[in-house]
């Protein structure tokens, strides 16, 4: 569900741009045209490396352009998405995986509503037609791994992996599109206007947005996953529900600092909000726009997420040690400035420089996390 001027349309591009696919179809229904002219100015001047050589980004993606135009007809609107997943289906057949991009699927529901209003049908919810969450189910089970029926080569798998934004009006998460969007699918980003307001993007709220392949994707986190990533993150699973609660603590804090004030809570709990402070704007916030936040594969996301709770953890276990006088937040954090630095300038490793460049230096400042605490404690 992506509320209006929130980025919905710059990340999926983003996704278009550094998804690990061979084929995006990218449909724009009903959206802005100079969105779209954006994709056509922008994408041919990225690259993405295929069998050791850089081709266009360009090459492996398919536009299905239908914008906001008046004088286009909203049958066609309509047809444009049907053409874009049947564009994917036939790649996938191919032995390809697709990931296909639809922007937005709101636009494509209200062509939907107009042209049942004119065929005189009777309406549903919102005046959209009773048949219409069916139609978005019907659209969005075309989606997934096959096995295709060719013979050559033998046993070639495809994939299709549909990308759906949703724009309800006003950004009111009720509107009959999202919900029948948010019963069918597994995977949900929830964009909020006031984080986008405050130009932290992506503007995602953490505390709506969820997946259902969790437990699904324990084992990948867990196994290695080939030869081209032979060194798993065994502990990401764990790392991920600490940082979790580590948000979730800070907006139970917040309401407390508004009615109390930040003087008035315990030393730890202002270690907790301020590294939550921090890993909003260092972590969560990004750039799309530049090389070493565009695209953060798994082995960075681990270990930048893994030196975060490990200093929380230290810094937690600092203010409460019953040895010795008790120390403040605003003592510690003069003491351990440079660490707190070192977290911040993490997302600059460019993913560019090697697995090997990247996790060395991450290595390096979490050792000194634990050897500048172990000095303190």
């Not at 081709?55 to 914008?67: D, E, F, G, K, W």
């Not at 048949?131 to 495809?158: D, H, I, K, N």
């Not at 276990?317 to 937040?329: D, E, I, Q, V, Y």
Request: glycine letters at 8%.
């Amino acid at each position: 569900g992506f509320p209006g001027w929130c980025g919905k349309t710059v990340i999926s591009q983003a996704l278009s741009k550094y998804s690990n696919s061979d084929v995006v179809c990218y449909a724009a229904c009903g959206e802005r045209g100079n969105e779209l002219a954006e994709v056509l100015y922008d994408f041919p001047r990225l690259f993405v490396e295929r069998g050791g050589h850089e081709v266009s980004i360009m090459n492996r993606t398919a536009l299905i352009a239908n914008t906001f135009l008046t004088i286009v007809p909203f049958a066609a609107r309509e047809a444009s998405i049907y053409t874009a997943v049947t564009l994917s289906e036939y790649y996938r057949d191919m032995g390809l995986n697709v990931s296909m991009m639809a922007d937005s699927t709101s636009r494509w529901a209200e062509a939907l509503r107009e042209v049942s209003g004119r065929l005189g049908e009777m309406p549903g919810d919102q005046g959209y037609p009773a048949y219409m969450a069916t139609r978005l189910a019907q659209f969005y089970e075309r989606a997934g791994v096959v096995r295709t029926l060719g013979s050559f080569p033998a046993q070639r798998t495809g994939s299709v992996s549909i990308v759906g934004a949703v724009s309800p009006p006003g950004g009111d998460f009720r509107d009959a599109v999202t919900t029948a969007t948010l019963a069918i699918t597994s995977v949900f980003w929830g964009l909020d206007k006031k984080l986008a307001q405050r130009k932290s993007f992506p503007a995602i709220n953490t505390f709506i947005s969820h997946s259902k392949y969790l437990e699904v994707l324990d084992n990948y986190y867990r196994k290695p996953t080939g030869a081209c990533d032979p060194r798993p993150c065994t502990d990401f699973i764990e790392i991920r529900a600490q940082a979790s609660t580590l948000l979730a603590q800070e907006k139970d804090l917040l309401d407390i600092v508004q009615l109390v004030g930040q003087d008035s809570i315990a030393e730890p709990d202002k270690a907790l909000l301020a590294v939550a402070r921090d890993f909003h704007q260092n972590f969560l916030e990004q750039n799309s726009y530049t090389p070493f936040d565009a695209f953060c594969p798994l082995y960075k996301t681990a270990w930048m997420l893994r030196n975060y709770m490990t200093f929380y953890k230290c810094a937690t276990t600092a203010l409460t040690a019953g040895a010795g006088p008790a120390m403040t937040w605003a003592e510690l954090q003069t003491r351990t400035s440079g660490l707190i630095d070192g977290l911040a300038d993490q997302k600059f490793l460019d993913s560019k420089l090697g697995r090997d460049h990247v996790e060395g230096a991450l290595k390096a400042l979490h050792a000194q996390i634990k050897d500048a605490f172990a000095a303190l404690i």
